[in-house]
């Protein structure tokens, strides 16, 4: 039978604001544990909560990007929550009247498909504090001695953004996440960090025969602590699915770990309990009530989004999808590459330069190109001058580094050192002849038939004029000479 998988994909971000969602102790990452705490975030009583606006504005620009509609009322929920890194015993949360609603995730793929999938709801809650489990050796609490809590990221704005069961392939959930993390990076809403545990995304997945419309039972995967670990994670547990199934049996509703050394899911909570938050309204905060103005302001400070872009570069500028990634991934770089190509009209060899030469000067020197001395406006300028055949492609090389270094303008560099293409027929038949007449057993050997000669000729000759030649010109003169 042909199986299909079905996956949906949750995420939980923290937002990157100076200070955390109801208090003001700093929301910062690796400091001492225990020490970014106050009365608010520990829940003790009679300590009440303030939202941070900062981060309420963070999640409508996140909102908008993703093409959610963004209700005018929205509130505060308590969800009761019984586990020891929440001192107060509920997390402030969001339930039936979230900051945002719908939306969806536009994505590419490696062939430069455009896909999307709708988002079910992004909502705003409060970040839980981290237990870590000591003596029993994989850091689990099973066989652990004692247990340690650290408080300092209780309370952090989080995002929670929720997919509908729309992607197909873990392949697909990488770029849906690629499209997420670059979008959020480019609201600069968050640091998106997996490492640092800004970003942590759970997998729901399950498989169904191909035609099917029926969800069949899920499972949910959870520590993945890379984008290829969620991709390894999903075909892994696709895999299972289908043996499982395959072999007779049936996929049992379960928790499952991602185990990163041994390739496998493992069961971790093998009962689904029954969720019963027995939600309420927070009566210590008021529901908000966004204003229209409030929402035009941050629409109008959304720049061009990450999918945007990549259907810019590939389908106006022609770029490969590698190319296109290469700037999306790289926010100045992208503004840099629009100057010249602003300047110069001229999207190929823009991308040639800025992709090509300037990047590996980039890479060499460990100075972005943005920060270089050479200017998008003396990029343009060289790219003109490429265009008017006033330099050939290996002078333009030369003269990109001599950019590089902060020697000027390619103008003053070619006119100071006379370093324009010699296209003058007469001048180029004197180096031809010249070359020619100081090689005569390469020319009797490509006379002979021989004629993968003519490379070490047209060598010489380049030399000769001190690589100012015009190489076209060279090779219809030496053809011409040696026929
Ligand atoms: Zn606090």
């Known amino acids: 039978m042909n199986w299909e998988a079905v996956i949906g994909i949750e995420c939980h971000v923290e937002l990157k604001t100076q200070t955390k969602m109801f208090c003001g102790c700093p929301n910062e990452f690796g400091a001492e544990p225990n020490t970014n705490v106050c009365p608010v975030c520990l829940g003790m009583p009679g300590a009440l909560p303030v939202p941070n606006r900062v981060a309420i504005e963070h999640m409508v620009r996140a909102g908008l990007a993703f093409g959610a509609e963004i209700p005018a009322f929205s509130k505060f ?178 928790t499952r770990g991602w185990d990163e050394a041994r390739g496998e899911t493992h069961t ?54 590698k190319q296109a990634g290469q700037l999306i991934d790289n926010a100045r770089l992208a503004e840099y590459f629009d100057r010249v190509v602003t300047a110069s009209r001229n999207p190929q060899q823009s991308t040639n330069f800025v992709l090509g030469d300037l990047s590996r000067l980039a890479n060499e020197s460990g100075v972005a190109v943005a920060d270089s001395k050479a200017s998008p406006d003396d990029v343009a300028e060289l790219i003109a001058m490429v265009d008017a055949k006033t330099i050939n492609s290996k002078i333009a090389k030369t003269l990109v580094e001599r950019m590089w270094k902060g020697d000027g303008s390619p103008k003053a560099i070619v006119e100071r050192e006379g370093l324009s293409q010699t296209s003058d027929p007469g001048a180029v038949e004197t180096f031809v002849d010249d070359v020619l007449a100081a090689n005569p057993n390469i020319v009797a050997e490509y006379r002979a038939g021989k004629t993968n000669v003519a490379g070490f000729l047209v060598g010489q000759i380049m030399k000769a004029s001190r690589g100012k030649a015009d190489p076209a010109l060279v090779n219809t003169v030496l053809k011409r000479k040696l026929e």
Request: charged residues 30%.
């Open 268 to 321: 971790m909570r093998s009962k689904e309990e029954a969720h019963d938050y027995r939600y309420f309204p927070d009566p210590d905060l008021v529901p908000m009530e966004l204003q229209g103005d409030d929402i035009d302001r941050l629409r109008s400070s959304l720049a061009e989004l990450p999918w945007q872009r990549f259907q810019r570069l590939t389908g106006e500028y022609g770029l490969n999808v």
């Open 77 to 254: 929920d308590r969800k009761n929550y019984f586990y020891p890194d929440m001192p107060k015993d509920y997390q402030i949360s969001q339930f039936d009247m979230p900051l945002t609603s719908g939306g969806e995730v536009k994505y590419w793929l490696d062939d430069g498909t455009m896909k999307s999938c709708r988002l079910t709801r992004i909502h705003l809650e409060e970040d839980t504090g981290k237990s870590s489990h000591a003596g029993s050796g994989d850091g689990r609490i099973a066989g652990s001695e004692y247990s340690l809590v650290d408080f300092n990221r209780a309370g952090v704005p989080l995002m929670e953004c929720v997919s509908e069961p729309e992607i197909r392939s873990s392949q697909d959930a990488v770029a849906y996440l690629t499209s997420l993390r670059e979008t959020l990076l480019q609201l600069d809403v968050s640091d998106v960090k997996m490492e640092e545990g800004s970003l942590r995304c759970d997998a729901n997945v399950s498989i169904r025969p191909v035609g099917a419309t029926e969800l069949g039972t899920k499972t949910e995967i959870k520590n993945m602590n890379s984008f290829r670990s969620v991709q390894r994670a999903i075909d892994s547990e696709i895999r299972r699915q289908i043996e499982t199934v395959e072999a007779g049996g049936r996929v049992v509703q379960e």
